[in-house]
Each structure stands twice: as structure tokens, then as C-alpha cells.
């Protein structure tokens, strides 16, 4: 069992850390080139992790649900903690599919020669979208590393 926690946390906390980077260092770096730059880094960011992270978000979830059901199984402190988590990036994901994805399909299909008058203002609402995403991701990380202290 807790092999299964540390591989939970090593992969949900290396999802969280990118998360991170690409809300802090990644999209403001981008945000001070010009315009051209910023919206072609912008669409190929969006495909790649289009097709990275629903992998990763999925792992995370299943990981955090099998260590939660184990640890309420068993009796274990810590259980609610974990079922806090599992609800937390479920709820991420739906905050994603619902907020954040339809966005992101929009900047990956952009023409780079014709960009939309309101490709500024999406991104914008992109990035505020993702700081409450991240918010949630790092609630539930710690929340799910308590749960598993809590059971040791």
C-alpha cells in the first residue's frame, strides 16, 4: 500500500509542479514576446498538452481513488482526507472539460495568419481559468499526502 501512495504522489506531484509552470513561468514568459510568438507557442502548448495531460489528470484520479478506497477499507485514518482528494481532481477535471478544454481546442486550431479579433482575451480567460485549476490541483495534493501521513 504504500508503494501505491508514494507512485500517487510522485505522479500527482509532478502533474501539480507542471501545472505550476506553465501558470507562473511558462504562459508569462510567453505573454512579454510579441504577439506572433505568443499565440504560436500558445497553439502548439495547447495540443501537446491536449494529448498529455487528460492521460496524467486520469492517472491522477484512479491513483488517489484506489489508495482512498483502501485506506476507508481498512479503517485507516486519513480516509476522508483522500476522499477529499479524489473529489477535488474529479472536480478539476470536470472545471477543465467544461471551462478550460473548449478554450484550449480553440487556440490549437488557430490560423496563425488570421488570429481571432479575441485571441488576447481568450488566452487571459484561459489563464485565470487554469490559477483556479491549479488551486483546486494543490488542495487535493495536499490533502491526499495528508490522508496517506494520517494512515501510517
Same mark, same amino acid.
Given at each position: 500500500?504504500? $508503494? +501505491?501512495? $508514494?507512485? !500517487?504522489?510522485?505522479i500527482s506531484g509532478l502533474m501539480v509542479g507542471n501545472e505550476i509552470a506553465v501558470g507562473f513561468i511558462i504562459h508569462p514568459t510567453l505573454s512579454r514576446t510579441?504577439?506572433? @510568438? ?5 497553439? /502548439?502548448?495547447?495540443? *501537446? &498538452?491536449?494529448? *498529455?495531460?487528460? %492521460?496524467? &489528470?486520469?492517472?491522477?484520479? *484512479?491513483?488517489?481513488? %484506489? =489508495? /482512498? ?14 476522499? &477529499?482528494?479524489?473529489?477535488? @481532481? *474529479? ?5 477543465? $472539460?467544461?471551462? +478550460? ?10 490560423? $496563425? ?9 481568450? %488566452?487571459?480567460?484561459?489563464? =485565470?481559468?487554469?490559477? %483556479?485549476? =491549479? @488551486?483546486?490541483?494543490?488542495? !487535493? ?5 495528508? #490522508?496517506?501521513? !494520517?494512515? #501510517?
Amino acid at each position: 500500500m504504500q $508503494l +501505491l501512495e $508514494l507512485i !500517487a504522489i510522485l505522479i500527482s506531484g509532478l502533474m501539480v509542479g507542471n501545472e505550476i509552470a506553465v501558470g507562473f513561468i511558462i504562459h508569462p514568459t510567453l505573454s512579454r514576446t510579441r504577439s506572433e @510568438v505568443y499565440s504560436d507557442s500558445a497553439r /502548439a502548448l495547447a495540443r *501537446v &498538452y491536449g494529448r *498529455v495531460m487528460p %492521460i496524467w &489528470y486520469a492517472a491522477t484520479a *484512479v491513483l488517489f481513488g %484506489i =489508495v /482512498a478506497f483502501e485506506l476507508y477499507r481498512n479503517g485507516t485514518n486519513g480516509y476522508r482526507l483522500a476522499i &477529499y482528494s479524489v473529489l477535488l @481532481v *474529479v472536480g478539476a477535471i470536470v472545471f477543465t $472539460l467544461n471551462g +478550460l478544454l473548449p478554450i484550449n481546442n480553440r487556440i490549437a486550431g488557430w490560423d $496563425l495568419n488570421r488570429l481571432p479579433d479575441n485571441w488576447e482575451s481568450e %488566452i487571459w480567460r484561459w489563464d =485565470v481559468l487554469h490559477f %483556479i485549476r =491549479v @488551486v483546486m490541483l494543490m488542495i !487535493a495534493l495536499f490533502l491526499f499526502v495528508a #490522508a496517506c501521513f !494520517a494512515s #501510517a
